[in-house]
């Protein structure tokens, strides 16, 4: 009798823990995704088709231009003629730096080619136009 | 009696077990309604300061743009969209062609990104970007 009994013991892996870790992913999810908000102005991205990602995150540098003309670096408004400062010291500090361009479709051309002059003088000649899918 | 007190020990239970299975539905449901909001545009490379390059004027396209938004390519007037297959045709007969664009102060951002996007469409290769 006493034999028989062992033969019954079943091995289980235990699972009452399971909907614990699932929810922690869940939450990890839930969290991650709210905290990718871009902070910067508002603006209409334009349309394109041919667009290509952006290979990293790490090594970008936002530069936000609104439909009003307002520029914006890392939430801070600066004027056209000192881009070419905060990027220099972005560029130094990051080689592989890239200036994602997050201007609204309005922007007229004038503002653009003053700050194609600034990036260029900063030396931060990558360049990535951001666009929305068309 | 003893049904009685049967009655008295019966426990109410809320049954757990599906419960992983309903936090795996919501979980996939999140990774999948997630979003990645990767960044995407279009790519260019601005010419270095002071770097300009002398070239033949018969490697050279000019693509310019007006205030109201018309574009002279070659000094003809073209549709934005009829851009991608000129470019493909002139690519064909000279490899080495270069396009640059050029645009009124008063252009539009968004006319200046849809002639891009129409040079990256024909795999341009060079764009340059005059000021």
Do not use: C
């Not at chain 1, 999810?29 to 349309?47: A, C, W």
């Not at chain 1, 609104?66 to 600066?78: A, N, Q, T, V, Y």
């Not at chain 2, 299975?21 to 545009?41: C, E, P």
């Amino acid at each position: 009798m006493k034999f028989k009994k062992k033969t019954k013991m079943k091995i289980a892996i235990p699972t009452t823990a399971m909907p614990d870790i699932v929810f922690m992913l869940i939450f990890f999810f839930m969290v991650s995704s709210v905290l990718r908000t871009h902070e910067g102005l508002s603006v209409i991205l334009p349309k394109a088709k041919q667009i290509e990602k952006l290979e990293s995150r790490v090594h970008v540098a936002y530069l936000w231009v609104s439909k009003e003309g307002m520029i914006s670096i890392d939430g801070r408004l600066f004027r056209p003629e000192s881009i070419r400062n905060i990027m220099y010291e972005k560029r130094t500090a990051d080689p592989q730096l890239i200036v994602s361009i997050r201007a609204d479709e309005m922007v007229n051309m004038e503002l653009m080619s003053k700050i194609h002059k600034e990036l260029r003088l900063a030396d931060a000649l990558a360049v990535n136009y951001s666009t929305r899918a068309m | 009696m003893s049904l009685l007190k049967n009655k008295g020990i019966r426990e109410a239970e809320v049954p757990s077990g599906s419960l992983a299975d309903i936090a795996f539905l919501i979980l996939v449901f999140f990774m999948v309604a997630t979003t990645i909001d990767m960044d995407k545009g279009i790519g260019v490379v601005l010419p270095a300061e002071g770097g300009e390059i002398e070239m033949s004027s018969k490697n050279i396209t000019n693509i310019l743009i007006d205030a109201r938004g018309s574009v002279l390519m070659d000094n003809k007037e073209v549709d934005i969209q009829d851009i991608k297959g000129l470019v493909v045709d002139l690519q064909m007969k000279n490899p080495k062609m270069v396009f640059s664009v050029k645009a009124h102060p008063r252009t539009k951002y968004k006319v200046y990104i849809e002639v891009l996007d129409q040079l990256k469409q024909a795999k341009t290769r060079v764009i340059s970007i005059a000021e």
